[in-house]
């Protein structure tokens, strides 16, 4: 039998309520722009706690394993949340296998107390493990270096700020930033356009390029640095589409492929191919059924409408390296080039204003679909030079050692 926590002095939706566990993590993503899902997950977990009404360690630890698999069911990828979840969920369970610690026998209260305190400890350096990767991982950033990178992952982003910000005012590295080509308002990559906005605040040269040039670049790289949702038990990883592909033209390019991520990713799976991960994915799906409509759409993104109202600006589809718009001095680009469509990608505008739409999904959202932006894939650890976590650089032969500590 599920059993649901009333609200006592914890949050309150309305009135008396009973607790709702996902709302709550959806309210503290919405709230702070810089809260990685699993660690929200652990924070509503803890809120959970704080306004449950379980009177023994039976029904605490029930009710955290309900509320945590209600959670999961409740977005389409949960890997990066289990993470997190699981291993509060382990941490909890070690804390009350050390009866010494919790006060007098019998007396829950003080056993509730001591979670709680726990809990909110564990949250706490959870948070502080993204600057101790910024901070250490910076020295990887060298001088000259060209460094490319991809998504829109916080950590790789708050490493490249704090390499920016040890440079002593000039900063001697450039960026080469991956983003997606169909990207929207409502895609992940807003974050990556928040990214590329702050480090060129920052002075440092970042170039935004198409997916589809990752090879092509590869020749001014000096390495690559990406972000990951999950770090599986082989010392893989799993992150956003595109990165397995990456890190195969890494590899044969012969340029170092860096791994960053907390150590509350990673995860107790031990997937053997793409095809072998705990969701559903919708990336290859074969029809033979004819949309007219897509069709229209793809055959005027292909050819001029002859409607566009700005005549003195060229869209700058072609230029991979820089997304600044180039104004034309003589005759409309529609007479100099017929062929080019009219609208432009939205990552060629880095001063369009992009919501955060990822840290507030809607309460009822469909299952994601075929181009989805949350798609994942699986990048095998021979294809990883290393991982830089908060607990050091590590070898991906050696993330199991690692698990190993983490949860035994």
Partial sequence: MTRIATVGNGPKSHGNEPFDIVKTYRNLLSSDPDL??????IEALVLLLTSSQASTISETLDLLATSTAHLKR???NPISLSAGTDLFQRYLI????RPGQLGPAGDFRSIRAHLLSNGRLFVQRAKESRQKIASFGRHFVRDGATVLTNGGSRVVGALLKSAADSSSGSVRFRVIYVLNSTTTNTTPDAEGHSIVRDLRAKNVPVATIPESAVAYSLGKVDMIIVGAEGVVENGGIISRLGTYQIGLLAKAAGKPFYVVAESHKFVRLYPLSQYDLPIEQKVIEFSTAVDDDEDHQQQQQREPTGKHEDAN????????MDDEEIPSTGPTWKEITPSIPEETPEYFSPHKNIPNTTTDPTPNSPPRTKGDADAVDFTPPDLISALITESGVLTPSA???ELIKIWF
């Fill in 399 to 401: 993330v199991s050692e």
């Fill in 94 to 97: 070690t804390t009350l296998q």
């Fill in 74 to 76: 409740s977005i389409p």
């Fill in 36 to 41: 990685t899902m699993p660690v929200a997950a």
């Fill in 313 to 320: 600006t060229i869209p700058n589809k072609n230029n991979v």
